[in-house]
Each structure stands twice: as structure tokens, then as C-alpha cells.
T-cell receptor, first 114, second 114 residues
């Protein structure tokens, strides 16, 4: 167990709806990264939050947005859901240092878009 | 476009044998390298991190890094059926040498036969 928690575990939505996924980082960690993992693929970076600000973004459209709160927990919001958004959404937390950047993953949220 | 390449497998080895997993990466300035294990339906679990050329050993696992050849490998000694999983190679990405997103390969599926 990494100490990173995510909710909900599973979610079923219909196309066009909006969804919010939540992540609590491991104690002592100040950085949260979100990844999307489609079936049979490696995780793809969505964005990262550090000190409540977006600190880098992958190749995802603006309908993917996020927040980080003062306690370092984070939300991922996806608007106007599309069928291709069906995937495992992973949150990873880390402690930002100048040397190491090891990221620890939560259990993930399985999103199905019908 | 920075890439991480892995043989998708499946790689099948008998119990007790050495499993060798390989990964190449395209960005010469990458500094941090990680191996994650992912069981079916679960999230990635960190096995090893490596930052310097050479070998790093942790129990039955040895990570090897060759920056000149842009090559990372993971050896699993005395393979057990419980090692059967998908192994993901990850390299630090765009946003800085020590902290940033991870770029993942598609993973190599390992099957250890009793």
C-alpha cells in the first residue's frame, strides 16, 4: 500500500456528461500527477500539480482540468465525456526534491463511458 | 516526441529462471528511470528506480542502466509465479531533470510457469 487513495473505485457515465475524480496524496508528499491508462497501454501523463498550481500538462484537451488543495489532495475533472475517455485514471503522489522524483500510484478509478 | 519502447511480450519463463526485461528510450537527457509492476486490474507498483549507469540490486531484482546506449533493463532472478504481471518501464519526461511527468512504455507481460 502506498498511502495514496482515490475515489470512486469505479464509475459509469454516459457520453456528454461530466465527471470528478478525487485523490489524496501520501502523507508528506506535495506533488500530484494524473495519468490515463487505456487497456493494453502504458499510463499517459495528463497533468501535474505542485503548490496548488498546474506544473506541466500532457497532450490532453482543455476539457481535462484539475485542482490541488492546500492539503495536497487533488481533483481531476473531465467535461463533455467521450467514449474514448473510458480508461483507468491513476493518481500518483511524490515529494518534489532536487534529486529524486519517485511517484507512487493510488489504486486508480475505472471510468466507463457509454 | 519522447518515447519509451518495450517488447510487449508475452515473455514466458519457467519458475526459478531469470527473466530479462528490456527498455529503450529516445531522450538522451533523461535522468530518472523506473520499473513498475502492474497486476491485471491493479495500479502500477514501484519496483526499482535507477539514476546512474551500472547495476542496482534489490533482493531478486536488478536494474541496469546504460545511458550511452539509452537502455534500461530489469532482471528478475529465481522467478516465481507471483512475478507474473506486466512490467512498465518509465523515464522522467519534459518538465525538468528531477521532477516531472513520467513517460511509460506499453509494458512487457511476463508469465512465469510453475
Amino acid at each position: 500500500e502506498t498511502g495514496v487513495t482515490q475515489s470512486p473505485t469505479h464509475l459509469i457515465k454516459t457520453r456528454g456528461q461530466q465527471v470528478t475524480l478525487r485523490c489524496s496524496s501520501q502523507s508528506g508528499h506535495n506533488t500530484v500527477s494524473w495519468y490515463q491508462q487505456a487497456l493494453g497501454q502504458g499510463p499517459q501523463f495528463i497533468f501535474q500539480y505542485y503548490r496548488e498550481e498546474e506544473n506541466g500538462r500532457g497532450n490532453f484537451p482543455p476539457r481535462f482540468s484539475g485542482l490541488q488543495f492546500p492539503n495536497y489532495s487533488s481533483e481531476l475533472n473531465v467535461n463533455a465525456l467521450e467514449l474514448d475517455d473510458s480508461a483507468l485514471y491513476l493518481c500518483a503522489s511524490s515529494w518534489r526534491t532536487s534529486v529524486t522524483d519517485t511517484q507512487y500510484f493510488g489504486p486508480g478509478t475505472r471510468l466507463t463511458v457509454l | 516526441q519522447k518515447e519509451v519502447e518495450q517488447n510487449s511480450g508475452p515473455l514466458s519463463v519457467p519458475e526459478g529462471a531469470i527473466a530479462s526485461l528490456n527498455c529503450t528510450y529516445s531522450d538522451r537527457v533523461s535522468q530518472s528511470f523506473f520499473w513498475y509492476r502492474q497486476y491485471s486490474g491493479k495500479s502500477p507498483e514501484l519496483i526499482m528506480s535507477i539514476y546512474s549507469n551500472g547495476d542496482k540490486e534489490d533482493g531478486r531484482f536488478t536494474a541496469q542502466l546504460n545511458k550511452a546506449s539509452q537502455y534500461v533493463s530489469l532482471l528478475i532472478r529465481d522467478s516465481q509465479p507471483s512475478d507474473s504481471a506486466t512490467y512498465l518501464c518509465a523515464v522522467n519526461g519534459k518538465y525538468g531533470g528531477s521532477q516531472g511527468n513520467l513517460i511509460f512504455g506499453k509494458g512487457t507481460k511476463l508469465s512465469v510457469k510453475p
